[in-house]
């Protein structure tokens, strides 16, 4: 294992610490691994998290027009209910928290969990749950579908409706709206090491890849030949677009790189993707490509596409400032 580390048991404190180093308008919380804003106005707090290993996700998101606490668990581990206590308190204003979580056992026990012992009255504290990975149903990390690199969207979209002072019930309203209309899928061409394991968790043949891979290094739904950018952007594209019609809309695309991935490759990628979706009639309104929500250094890539109307393209739109996304 070669890895840019101290101790590999203390590589989320570390991390957390540099980032709040790098960038001074974060603050973090030592032992509950919790990343907020230094700087709080009232408005809606949003709150997400989950394992580490998956950055710029979470905690990359935090900021103006996105989320005001990230909740970091251990490398692909959930965060316990103490550290997603810490991330609602930072995120309360007086104006009601909502909760993003992903689609996955271990996050939505640990949520709730928080939700029922935080001191907030009910009205005060809702939650949504991501599960835009078409993939499969099922899985043995999730009930239903998994939470991925769609989520960003929702912290963006949900977010913004926060900055402009929509109430608990609007902000959680945009954010299931916009979980209703993204899908994602992805694939990987690698294992990767966590670094308390110091090991690759599975193996991919060099000649092969794996298509519905989640980030956590979960099975797919089968194994392929390697094959070129073009035959890959229409496994993945016709997956999606099948379960959702997307046709004669304007969409929000994600090219979503899982770590170890070239720039050059997402963009080639994209490329196919694009021209795909406009061979479809469906058009791509705003394009995103590069590292949004990763699996360590994973080779591979995920794509998302959120069907817009007026409403989510100008909360898409709105600025926002957070150390991985600028708009």
């Known amino acids: 294992m070669k890895k840019i580390i101290n101790n590999p048991n203390d590589v989320?404190?570390?991390?957390?610490?540099?980032?709040?180093?790098?960038?001074?308008?974060?603050?973090?919380?030592?032992?509950?691994?919790?990343?907020?804003?230094?700087?709080?106005?009232?408005?809606?707090?949003?709150?997400?998290?989950?394992?580490?290993?998956?950055?710029?996700?979470?905690?990359?998101?935090?900021?103006?027009?996105?989320?005001?606490?990230?909740?970091?668990?251990?490398?692909?581990?959930?965060?316990?209910?103490?550290?997603?206590?810490?991330?609602?308190?930072?995120?309360?204003?007086?104006?009601?928290?909502?909760?993003?979580?992903?689609?996955?056992?271990?996050?939505?026990?640990?949520?709730?969990?928080?939700?029922?012992?935080?001191?907030?009255?009910?009205?005060?504290?809702?939650?949504?749950?991501?599960?835009?990975?078409?993939?499969?149903?099922?899985?043995?990390?999730?009930?239903?579908?998994?939470?991925?690199?769609?989520?960003v969207f929702v912290h963006k979209i949900a977010g913004a409706m926060s900055q402009r002072g929509g109430s608990l019930v609007e902000v959680k309203r945009i954010a299931q709206k916009t979980i209703d209309n993204v899908r994602s899928m992805g694939m990987s061409m690698s294992s990767c090491i966590i670094p308390a394991v110091g090991k690759a968790g599975f193996e991919i043949e060099e000649n092969e890849i794996e298509v519905g891979m989640g980030i956590h290094g979960e099975a797919g739904i089968y194994k392929k030949p390697l094959m070129s950018a073009k035959e890959l952007a229409k496994e993945l594209v016709e997956k999606i677009t099948d379960d959702l019609d997307y046709t004669n809309s304007d969409v929000a695309l994600m090219i979503n790189g899982l770590g170890a991935t070239p720039l050059m490759e997402l963009y080639i990628m994209s490329k196919e993707v694009i021209e795909l979706l406009e061979s479809k009639n469906i058009h791509p309104y705003k394009v995103l490509v590069g590292n949004f929500m990763t699996a360590l250094e994973m080779a591979g890539c995920s794509v998302s596409i959120l069907k817009l109307d007026d409403e989510l393209k100008g909360l898409l739109d709105d600025k926002c400032n957070t150390p991985a996304m600028k708009n």
Do not use: Q, W
């Open 12 to 151: 989320v404190k570390d991390m957390l610490k540099g980032m709040e180093l790098a960038h001074k308008e974060l603050k973090y919380t030592p032992e509950l691994e919790v990343i907020s804003k230094n700087e709080k106005c009232e408005k809606v707090g949003l709150v997400s998290g989950g394992g580490s290993g998956h950055e710029p996700a979470h905690a990359g998101y935090v900021g103006y027009g996105m989320l005001d606490a990230a909740v970091c668990g251990n490398v692909f581990a959930s965060p316990s209910p103490d550290r997603i206590l810490k991330g609602i308190e930072e995120a309360d204003t007086g104006k009601g928290v909502l909760l993003i979580v992903k689609n996955y056992s271990g996050d939505i026990m640990n949520f709730e969990m928080a939700k029922d012992l935080c001191e907030l009255d009910e009205d005060m504290i809702d939650m949504v749950i991501v599960r835009d990975d078409v993939a499969m149903e099922d899985s043995d990390f999730s009930t239903g579908r998994r939470g991925i690199s769609g989520t």
